[in-house]
């Protein structure tokens, strides 16, 4: 198979046969696929039937001109293999070749139609095709002629043994594709097992879930297929709602577990229901627990745990890619604003402040213009020219819209206040989703824009002065609710802060900065920016000298307009920025080179400072061997706070070099980035181990290969 996925063609024909199996357990692995397809090939006649089914849709796919990729992606043809399995099970005499084919062409049409219809309510449409499907298709053949001759789908291999195809635990396994016996259910458990380990503990929580109700509400009640039927869409709705529409996380866990409840009460309720009909419940409980729980979702005020989860193959890359996340921004829903000033300011009113930074404008902030020495204004301070900060630029902290401005107010005079009108000058910009930034006592006329002009952070807004209720000259920063001035404050953080001290300065990614702190925003290097930036289409070379291994990189982005570095074994996602380049994922292989850029190059800030230190945390399983991983993404999943190691960088500038330390327990980093033309060095270094990358700019074709 792997000498068959080298081929283009035959990668396709791989991921069009075995993508449609796969995607009945919501993954995209042909290894996953190809366990499946053997667990239904227990039964050869209906493995046949299914691969036919496959075959069919794919046409179908392709005549509605839904193009190659719908036929890659195997969603058609998943519901088609559904489909056909539903008619050989519940309808095996009449499961008659035509009927195969209109059942296929069938769920091709289904698929497309409804997922029009759900996209515009932005909900999946899950497997709702498949049972539509499936009810048309075991209808039909009720009207239709009985064929003279039948054979049924269900008749297994003969040299397997009959004790494993007799009831047990692993038949609600065996269940999800609608067939029984211990040899089917070990192959589905396996199949789940190796796609992610944390979609098979969230398979065994919904089991678990449903032995527990059907204990609850049918303990009397001789077992039947209708438990098995429960059983199964207990399993899909918490594999669905912990690992594909949620990051995996103890309280996404336990909602896994509410939704399998959930499906196991609507499966016994809807049983009267499809009874009238002589129809099968099939899965439309899992797509009525799921959609029921995904539209409460959206009704919340934040997206708080558990949070929704970023698109990815599986569950444990999407909480790798949001645990990177929200240790680089915060687990707030946006970005953190930038400081609305260049130069080094002082926090001289922070939240709860001790003077008007109270009740609803608790989450103000002001500052004041230092010079070198630390000192506010020249001389005695009497005029407002003295002041450091007077009539410096004030600037945007975010893109937006501005709401409103407020001009005209006079200037005071340094120690008087005008108490008519507190704000002074002052702009209002509008972030969208309720959200403001307020500057106020600016200088008057000094302000550049109008309502409805847009902006872009770092945009000249205006002066700072001291109108309004200002005894010296400061900005007065807010972030609000609303646009009127006054409105009621909400906590503010800002990112790229760099905090000055006698010693090295501290860089902070994520910072509210306190009274009393003195603070720049970063001071762009451009000969740094410039050996770090990563253009779209260039290669470059990843090589360990030691062991003469090479791992070719090309710079993509992908439909989501992420940036990322992407080899034939790994990909190492980033953000560039003006202010710096942040690491933001990587996927892969454990033993790939662009490992040690995470862990030696995980963020690094372009300011102009020689020396610099920060703090950031990184993916434990990162600096693990790799037959680890498993282990430590589970464990992420149960105990968020143990997957992260805290690492400190240091850095220092050494003749024409950015050398970047970082240390973290009894592992080291080194990244030296050459500032000329040179290659950068990545280095990783713990007590027994001494690992050098080198990475240089491959001027060769842009396509990624590995040596």
């Not at 559904?82 to 009927?99: I, N, Q, R």
């Not at 059907?214 to 209708?226: E, G, K, Q």
Request: net charge neutral.
């Amino acid at each position: 198979m792997a000498r068959l996925a080298r081929w283009p063609r035959g990668r396709f024909l791989l991921e069009a046969g075995l993508r449609p199996y796969a995607q009945i357990v919501f993954s995209r692995d042909l290894a996953t696929g190809l366990l499946i397809l053997l667990a239904i090939g227990v039964f050869p006649r209906l493995v046949a039937a299914t691969i036919s089914a496959v075959v069919v849709a794919a046409f179908a796919t392709w005549l509605l001109g839904l193009g190659a990729g719908a036929v890659r992606d195997g969603f058609h043809g998943c519901v088609a293999v559904l489909t056909t399995l539903a008619l050989g099970v519940f309808a095996t005499a009449a499961a008659t070749p035509t009927l195969i084919v209109t059942g296929a062409v069938l769920s091709v049409l289904f698929t497309s139609s409804l997922r029009a219809v759900f996209a515009r309510l932005e909900l999946p449409p899950h497997s709702l095709p498949f049972v539509a499907a499936a009810w048309t298709t075991i209808l039909a053949a009720r009207v239709l002629p009985a064929p003279a001759a039948t054979m049924s789908l269900l008749a297994p291999w003969r040299w397997i043994p009959d004790r494993l195809f007799e009831s047990g635990p692993l038949d609600v396994a065996a269940a999800i594709v609608f067939l029984h016996g211990a040899l089917t259910g070990i192959l589905i458990l396996a199949a789940i097992g190796i796609y992610s380990r944390i979609a098979l503990l969230l398979a065994c929580t919904g089991a678990l879930v449903a032995a527990g109700v059907r204990a609850t509400l049918r303990i009397d009640i001789p077992w039947s297929a209708i438990d098995l039927t429960a059983g199964f869409n207990a399993i899909l709705s918490a594999m669905a709602i912990g690992g594909v529409w949620f990051v995996p996380h103890p309280t996404s866990i336990a909602l896994a577990a509410a939704g399998a409840a959930v499906s196991c009460v609507l499966t016994y309720a809807l049983l009267p229901v499809t009874s009238v009909f002589a129809l099968p419940v099939l899965s439309l409980p899992f797509v009525a627990t799921t959609h029921l729980i995904l539209t409460a979702a959206r009704v919340r005020e934040r997206d708080r745990w558990p949070h929704s989860a970023p698109e990815a193959d599986r569950p444990e890359e999407a909480l790798a890619h949001h645990l990177m996340r929200a240790r680089r921004y915060g687990r707030a829903g946006r970005l953190p604003f930038r400081l609305p000033f260049r130069g080094t300011w002082m926090v001289t009113q922070g939240h709860d402040g001790t003077h008007t930074h109270k009740g609803p404008w608790r989450y103000a902030f002001d500052f004041e213009g230092r010079g070198p020495d630390g000192t506010a204004f020249d001389h005695d301070g009497t005029e407002l020219r003295q002041y450091r900060c007077y009539a410096l630029p004030v600037l945007a902290a975010a893109p937006g819209i501005v709401d409103h401005i407020v001009d005209g107010v006079p200037d005071n005079p340094p120690g008087e206040l005008d108490t008519r009108q507190n704000w002074g000058n002052a702009v209002v910009i509008s972030h969208g989703a309720g959200l403001f930034t307020a500057y106020a006592h600016l200088q008057p006329r000094s302000i550049r824009l109008k309502p409805g002009d847009g902006v872009a952070a770092g945009t000249e807004i205006g002066r700072c002065g001291n109108s309004g209720r200002s005894a010296v000259p400061h900005l007065h920063f807010q972030v609000q609710r609303g646009a009127p001035l006054g409105s009621e404050t909400v906590p503010a953080d800002f990112g790229d802060v760099v905090i000055r001290a006698d010693g090295p300065s501290t860089l902070l990614h994520h910072s509210v900065p306190a009274e009393g702190d003195l603070l720049r925003p970063v001071l762009r290097d451009e000969a740094v920016a410039r050996v770090l930036a990563f253009p779209p289409g260039t290669a470059w070379v990843f090589s360990d000298p030691t062991s003469g291994t090479h791992e070719r990189a090309v710079v993509d982005v992908d439909l989501r307009g992420r940036h990322l570095l992407r080899s034939d074994v790994a990909r190492l996602y980033f953000e560039p920025y003006d202010a710096g380049l942040v690491v933001t994922a990587f996927d892969g292989d454990a033993g790939s080179l662009l490992r040690h850029m995470v862990l030696a190059l995980s963020r690094v800030t372009f300011d102009q400072d020689s020396t610099l230190t920060w703090s950031d945390a990184l993916p434990r399983r990162l600096f693990l061997p790799r037959w680890v991983w498993p282990a430590a993404d589970l464990a992420s999943a149960l105990a968020p706070r143990v997957a992260d190691i805290e690492i400190t960088y240091r850095l220092r500038r050494s003749e024409g070099h950015l050398v970047i330390e970082g240390t973290a327990g009894r592992f080291s980093t080194r990244a030296t980035i050459d500032l000329g033309q040179g290659p950068h060095r990545f280095e990783l270094i713990s007590e027994d181990h001494h690992m050098t990358v080198e990475l240089t700019r491959d001027r060769g074709e842009s396509e990624a290969t590995r040596v």
